[in-house]
């Protein structure tokens, strides 16, 4: 099986400046043309680092992808190091590589300087992989057997680059499928959930292997890959698999692969023809955030109102002042009220409303941070619950919301 490594660029990746997202990404895409990646790293802008890097993982794997270094400054020093590795001690313009730099610096107003036309240079023994979306093209090497390609850190760069790399893999080199198959759970932690499908994990053929991918805010993952004898690896034999699963964990499961929690919640509305609008107070608006990512989500999702002051929630959503008084803004009460109002004054089906306490502060030994309550309501349905979370703010506020999306999409699920 080919495999490969990753290597990105850029002291503002070490110092925690910018998020790495381009490793995963590229790693995404190789796993679906039966390339694994065994290794991910990251070096800062430094020659001799990157290059000691580069020569050790050339040892290691069949397909090297490095991202970054290969911008106008002088700190972008990657294709520098990639000529001396590859032998190419001279360099070449790149005739199409300089008309596309040209043509993007009179479209940005941007003067043509020498900074700008040396990114059409590239080591003499390399193909380049034109880049109609920057000045720095991609570069693909052959050395000593290993596909070697370097592409820019921008991560949209990157992507439009990728789909050449890939063409490239497949061209020249002979790949495996790779199976993988996702499930998505919420609601039972991981300790709970390795627990319960214990046996049948263990119950598995060798080839198949089982990686639990938890996220505090967004649940678990369970993804089931198998990397040799994908021949054996039937339709029905996954099938029978996942029947079993879904057996043992119910309505934990919400769904499949790139499935989210919205996106059930969304087709399920869809399917029924019901619409769906929201009161928050401790998610402060996250919930209509998750929401309107959506695309067509207008269709389903008619509003929602951040009742987060006491006051909005009477003035708008028409609670009553006692239960303020006698309850608490954080009730289940409190919340009840807040999800009906919000039918009322939105006309919908089905309505979502949230009240806690995010923190880090206001709580009380009766209602300590991290407390949720969180209503449904529905034609002929109410259904509520409370929960206790540990976080911080930000988790908690992130946390409530995928929690109450969640009790809908149960609700939705029971009827």
């Given at each position: 099986m080919l495999t490969a490594s990753i290597l990105t660029i850029g002291d503002e990746i070490l110092i925690g400046q910018i998020v790495d997202s381009n490793k995963s990404y590229i790693s995404g895409l190789l796993n679906l043309i039966g390339v694994k990646v065994i290794s991910h790293q990251s070096t800062g802008d430094d020659e001799f680092t990157i290059e000691s890097s580069i020569v050790k993982?050339?040892?290691?794997?069949?397909?090297?992808?490095?991202?970054?270094?290969?911008?106008?400054?002088?700190?972008?020093?990657?294709?520098?190091?990639?000529?001396?590795?590859?032998?190419?001690?001279?360099?070449k313009l790149d005739k199409k590589q300089l008309e596309i730099i040209k043509a993007i610096c009179l479209k940005r107003g941007i003067e043509l300087s020498s900074l700008n036309k040396d990114q059409a240079l590239v080591p003499e023994k390399c193909t380049v992989l034109e880049n109609t979306q920057g000045t720095a093209p991609g570069m693909m090497f052959e050395i000593n057997g290993r596909l070697l390609f370097s592409l820019p850190g921008v991560p949209y760069e990157m992507q439009y680059l990728m789909k050449e790399v890939l063409n490239k893999i497949s061209s020249l080199r002979?790949?495996?499928?790779?199976?993988?198959?996702?499930?998505?759970?919420?609601?039972?932690?991981?300790?709970?959930?390795?627990?319960?499908?214990?046996?049948?994990?263990?119950?598995?053929?060798?080839?198949?292997?089982?990686?639990?991918?938890?996220?505090?805010?967004?649940?678990?993952?369970l993804r089931l890959s198998v990397y040799q004898g994908v021949d054996n690896c039937t339709p029905d034999k996954v099938k029978q698999l996942f029947t079993q699963l879904y057996?043992?964990?119910?309505?934990?499961?919400?769904?499949?692969?790139?499935?989210?929690?919205?996106?059930?919640?969304?087709?399920?509305?869809?399917?029924?023809?019901?619409?769906?609008?929201?009161?928050?107070?401790?998610?402060?608006?996250?919930?209509?955030?998750?929401?309107?990512?959506?695309?067509?989500?207008?269709?389903?999702?008619?509003?929602?109102?951040?009742?987060?002051?006491?006051?909005?929630?009477?003035?708008i959503l028409g609670v009553s002042k006692s239960i303020i008084e006698e309850s608490g803004a954080v009730s289940e009460e409190c919340v009840v009220?807040?999800?009906?109002?919000?039918?009322?004054?939105?006309?919908?089906?089905?309505?979502?409303?949230?009240?806690?306490?995010?923190?880090?502060?206001?709580?009380?030994?009766?209602?300590?941070?991290?407390?949720?309550?969180?209503?449904?309501?529905?034609?002929?349905?109410?259904?509520?619950?409370?929960?206790?979370?540990?976080?911080?703010?930000?988790?908690?506020?992130?946390?409530?919301?995928?929690?109450?999306?969640?009790?809908?999409?149960?609700?939705?699920?029971?009827?």
């Open positions: 993982l050339l040892k290691e794997s069949d397909i090297i992808i490095v991202t970054g270094g290969l911008g106008p400054t002088k700190d972008d020093i990657t294709k520098k190091v990639l000529g001396k590795i590859s032998g190419s001690n001279d360099f002979q790949t495996e499928t790779i199976f993988h198959k996702t499930i998505n759970t919420f609601g039972i932690p991981e300790s709970e959930l390795a627990t319960k499908i214990s046996a049948w994990e263990d119950s598995l053929p060798f080839n198949y292997k089982l990686a639990y991918l938890p996220n505090p805010a967004r649940g678990v993952k057996s043992i964990i119910g309505d934990s499961i919400y769904g499949e692969e790139e499935e989210t929690l919205e996106s059930v919640v969304f087709q399920s509305l869809t399917k029924r023809g019901e619409t769906l609008s929201i009161a928050e107070s401790c998610t402060g608006g996250e919930i209509s955030s998750i929401f309107t990512t959506l695309p067509g989500v207008s269709s389903v999702f008619k509003g929602g109102v951040v009742a987060y002051d006491n006051k909005a929630k009477i003035n009220a807040m999800a009906e109002g919000a039918k009322r004054l939105f006309g919908t089906d089905w309505a979502i409303a949230t009240s806690g306490i995010a923190g880090p502060s206001g709580g009380s030994e009766e209602k300590p941070v991290g407390t949720l309550w969180v209503a449904i309501s529905g034609p002929g349905i109410t259904t509520t619950n409370k929960a206790i979370f540990s976080g911080d703010r930000e988790r908690n506020i992130i946390r409530f919301s995928s929690a109450s999306i969640n009790l809908l999409r149960k609700a939705l699920q029971n009827l």
